[in-house]
């Protein structure tokens, strides 16, 4: 590999909002958020909406989605579309 190209690679603590989770794991991420780890050690935090502790295929849970809701919004937004014609 070419020197100097590369971004650095550092130990970073990642949370997940939904589950309250923390992972540690290498990332080029960069964040201003900082969480002491179990050994006592200081890393950047970043904070992320879904990771495998509360994602619904890694957990054998379900959410309900508002697809209706979605769909009103899209035909108020765009309005219905005409049928096909054969």
């Known amino acids: 590999m070419r020197p100097r190209i590369h971004p650095e ?5 990642f949370r997940d909002r ?4 923390l992972f540690l794991t290498r ?3 960069a964040s ?6 179990e050994d006592g050690n ?3 935090l970043i ?5 495998s502790a509360s994602h ?3 957990t054998g849970t379900s959410r309900v989605v508002d697809t ?3 769909v009103e919004r899209f035909e108020r937004r765009y309005g219905r579309a005409a049928p096909a014609r054969p």
């Open 9 to 13: 690679s550092r130990q970073v603590a």
């Open 18 to 21: 939904a589950a309250n989770a």
């Open 27 to 29: 990332s080029t991420a």
């Open 32 to 37: 201003a958020q900082t969480v002491e780890w």
């Open 42 to 44: 200081t890393y950047p």
């Open 47 to 51: 904070d992320v909406d879904i990771s």
């Open 56 to 58: 619904p295929f890694c």
């Open 68 to 70: 209706a809701g979605r």
